[in-house]
């Protein structure tokens, strides 16, 4: 069956920078669009950023744009997303995540698999 599995969560201070990472199996991973998506306590969850299949196109929530890069490595099935200037307000469990269908467009939101999260947490 399908796995993410994210790693590199912590506790940083706003700032700082942190690399989250997600190792996927169980899915031909080259062929899918990856996502990022965070949630905080108390808020729904919301889109952080994506990246299609090859790894040619990248998509931002505004609130993240300049500062956090998504990125992917077929060869090792992983997807990352580099964090800087990090803000209180980052603070959060991050999720990777996978559409149901192979090669859907970067735009989707059909996400159907999941991962069981990482916390990342900015103090002021």
């Known amino acids: 069956q399908v796995q993410l599995v994210e790693s590199g969560g912590g506790l940083v201070q706003a700032g700082g920078s942190l690399r989250l990472s997600c190792a996927a199996s169980?899915?031909?991973?080259?062929?899918?669009?990856m996502g990022w998506f965070r949630q905080a306590p108390g808020k729904e969850r919301e889109f952080v950023a994506a990246?299609?299949?090859?790894?040619?196109?990248?998509t931002y929530a505004d609130s993240v744009k300049g500062r956090f890069t998504i990125s992917r490595d077929n060869a090792k099935s992983t997807v990352y997303l580099q964090m800087n200037s990090l803000k209180p307000e980052d603070t959060a469990i991050y999720y990777c995540?996978?559409?149901?269908?192979?090669?859907?467009?970067?735009?989707?939101?059909?996400?159907?698999?999941w991962g069981q999260g990482t916390q990342v947490t900015v103090s002021s």
């Open positions: 995540a996978a559409p149901a269908s192979l090669f859907s467009p970067i735009e989707t939101m059909s996400y159907h698999y």
């Open positions: 169980g899915l031909i991973f080259n062929a899918y669009t």
């Open positions: 990246i299609r299949w090859v790894g040619d196109r990248t």
